[in-house]
């Protein structure tokens, strides 16, 4: 048995090829009671919950869809049914993908705009990347493409900054300024979408980012954890272990994804080698090695499609987030870095900002450590 947010989907082909839905009026009905759910949460962890049961709701539309939705016969000819079967459930997946959580997303950062006046604004990216200057480059797009406006939206410090909460801050010429800005305009639940070129370019390169700096902090916690429970167990810890473990204490403090001004390979090779002597890993967990080294082999980094077949992330991030992941970036899914890049569809708008709005929304949970199962709590 199915909730009543499924129904039976009926679509025509438009000129152009791409599909059209000719009663979109459940899933307005729907998109507008989650807008509402995530816009007047009473906390982060209402939130989160209102974000999780979104995730959880869209598979189960997407299963409904690909049984029951009335889609017209494709254009072309195909080898066999089956290929045929693939090409309908990826073309529904995308449909639906955009149509839900792209236009949930959307008009939740509206209300963002709208009610609180700010974007978060995020720091500490310690790379040679300027990710901090793409990140803002990001805010800047989305912003005009969201609500066509002229300049960026607030912004807000972390909360670690203790700024007060009737300051809102602008960037204006690379630098971070108090400013007044108000916006107009309202968006309807489902509409006309327009594009945000720079955002949908630059998100995923920010996602795999900052999802694997977020990793590391994830398994530094790990072996935090252990050393801080031979501590409790009255056990002796050497002068090593006490020295990453009050530089992990003070990263997570100052919210860095990176320990000390020292070379990250050397921090995580040290605390491999002590947490493999004490038990806390194991030589043989390859897996786990390759990702904290970030390295496949000697000279091949890991890569984003790899990192999220690996079972070792199973372990560790919520599984509405790694499918949301997988549907997102998957090679049989999606695929949104080839087919942005490389303009896989002729009847499909990549560029458009309902997928930059949900990489955005994506970007936002992992820096905030939403997609993990576990909080890091010192």
């Known amino acids: 048995m199915y909730p009543k947010f499924c129904y039976i989907k009926k679509y025509k082909i438009s000129p152009t090829g791409s599909s059209i839905l000719l009663n979109p009026q459940l899933a307005n009905d729907y998109i507008a009671e989650k807008r509402d759910a995530l816009s007047f949460a009473k906390n982060e962890e209402n939130l989160l919950k209102v974000k999780l049961n979104i995730l959880r709701d869209f598979e189960q539309i997407y299963e409904y869809d690909k049984l029951y939705s009335q889609l017209p016969e494709p254009f072309g000819t195909f080898n066999s049914e089956e290929d045929k079967r693939v090409f309908l459930e990826r073309h529904l997946l995308i449909n639906d993908f955009h149509l839900y959580l792209g236009n949930i997303c959307l008009n939740y950062h509206e209300d963002l705009l709208d009610m609180k006046h700010y974007f978060p604004l995020m720091r500490n990216f310690e790379n040679i990347t300027d990710y901090e200057s793409l990140y803002n480059n990001v805010i800047e797009d989305y912003a005009r493409a969201l609500k066509n406006a002229p300049a960026p939206p607030f912004l807000i410090l972390p909360k670690s900054h203790n700024i007060p909460k009737n300051i809102k801050f602008v960037i204006q010429e690379g630098k971070i300024i108090s400013k007044d800005y108000s916006y107009q305009n ?25 999802l694997i700096s977020n990793i590391d902090i994830v398994i530094q916690f790990l072996f935090y954890k252990s050393i801080q429970n031979l501590k409790n167990g009255g056990k002796n810890i050497s002068i090593e272990e006490e020295r990453l473990c009050m530089a992990f204490e003070e990263a997570i403090k100052f919210n860095n994804i990176v320990m000390e001004n020292i070379p990250k390979e050397q921090i995580y090779e040290n605390m491999w080698n002590i947490g493999c002597k004490r038990g806390f890993f194991n030589e043989k967990q390859k897996e786990l090695h390759s990702i904290f080294l970030h390295k496949l082999g000697k000279n091949k980094p890991i890569t984003l499609g790899w990192l999220l077949n690996s079972e070792y992330i199973k372990e560790i991030i919520r599984p509405e987030y790694l499918t949301l992941m997988l549907n997102l970036f998957g090679t049989k899914r999606i695929n949104i870095r080839n087919s942005i890049m490389h303009g ?14 949900v990489m955005l929304q994506l970007f936002w949970d992992i820096i905030d450590r939403n997609v993990f199962k576990e909080k890091i709590k010192i």
């Open 344 to 357: 896989y569809s002729a009847n499909f708008n990549y560029l458009s900002i309902g997928f930059a709005a």
């Open 186 to 210: 309202s968006l309807n639940s489902v509409r006309s979408l327009p594009h945000a070129y720079s955002a949908t370019f630059i998100l995923p390169a920010l996602i795999e980012n900052s």
